[in-house]
């Protein structure tokens, strides 16, 4: 079982960058596929991005795509996500969340109930 921990969530402005940390602990990501979520209020949980944790192959919703950069960093078991150019409609909380089947290969999964292991999440909020 692997525990995740998101930080670096705040305030913003439209065009204004932060990143996000999630740290994995009791098991790297070594066998999972590490992705970002996001839920704005009303909203179902979305897909953002994710990344495989072998060959760092990126997948990115089109929404965001152009504009956040999800990476990783082996040593410290931590995936990043660098959001570029915030609109408003980036407001929301996100997640951090690990999906175990298919041993970290990517195949194109970007529903929620497809990632078992969630962090608690990180409000993100855009505004003038």
């Known amino acids: 079982q692997v525990h995740l921990v998101e930080s670096g969530g705040g305030l913003g402005q439209p065009g204004d960058s932060l990143r996000l940390s999630c740290a994995a602990s009791?098991?790297?990501?070594?066998?999972?596929?590490p992705g970002w979520f996001r839920q704005a209020p009303g909203k179902e949980r979305e897909f953002v991005a994710a990344i495989t944790w072998s060959s760092g192959d990126q997948f990115y919703a089109d929404s965001v795509k152009g504009r956040f950069a999800i990476s990783k960093d082996n040593a410290r078991s931590t995936v990043y996500l660098q959001m570029n150019n915030l609109k408003p409609e980036d407001t929301a909380v996100y997640f951090c969340a690990a999906d175990p089947a298919f041993g970290g290969t990517w195949v194109g999964r970007r529903a929620p109930n497809d990632y078992q292991y969630w962090g608690q999440g990180t409000q993100v909020t855009v505004s003038s």
């Open positions: 009791g098991r790297t990501f070594r066998s999972y596929v």
